[in-house]
């Protein structure tokens, strides 16, 4: 039996070297992309912890900082004491959770979109320059949410 050439071998490994060439360039994307869009600044601010309490919502839309816009990729969650943001794992290069609390956050300004897609932008006390667009409908059915997992007559601290 002949050992195997070298263009035999290179024909073995293409693939799985593609791949992984592949997987490492979209990491470093991704990774620039939460660095020029302020997710790495906002995490460092606000370090993720487990959302033990509430509803998530998968797969939504926001503007993070002035140009990053994350379309169908971020996981957000509303709990008692704030507001979760988390990647999918194969998007999750470069970004790690952030959990905000309800008291160090405002609405900075309301959008209107002529009426029809009607945004919020979210002001942070400890990075007073990165703010987040979201949907407002999006941001109500947070904050009802977390109202409803407050005992009756409680404060929910979801309050904006």
């Known amino acids: 039996m002949n050992p195997p050439m070298a263009s035999e071998l290179w024909s073995y490994l293409a693939i799985p070297l593609g791949l992984a060439g592949f997987l490492l360039f979209l990491n470093l994307v991704l990774t620039l992309v939460a660095w020029l869009g302020s997710w790495q600044r906002l ?7 487990p959302q033990v309490e509430g509803q998530v919502w998968r797969f939504r839309s926001l503007r993070l ?3 990053a816009r994350y379309n169908n990729a971020v ?3 509303g709990d008692r004491e704030g507001l979760h943001l988390t990647m999918p794992w194969f998007f999750g290069g ?3 959770p952030i959990f905000v609390p309800w008291s160090e956050m405002s609405v900075a300004e309301k959008h209107d979109g002529f009426g029809l897609f009607p945004t ?4 942070f006390k400890r990075c007073p320059d990165v703010p987040l667009n979201l949907s407002a409908k999006l941001l109500a059915e947070i904050q009802a ?3 409803a997992l407050a005992p009756q007559g409680g404060d929910s601290h ?3």
């Open 145 to 147: 949410g977390v109202k």
């Open 120 to 123: 919020v932008s979210l002001a």
């Open 43 to 49: 995490a460092a601010a606000y370090p993720g912890r």
């Open 94 to 96: 470069g970004h790690p």
């Open 75 to 77: 996981a957000l969650g």
């Open 158 to 160: 979801a309050s904006l």
């Open 65 to 67: 900082g002035f140009w």
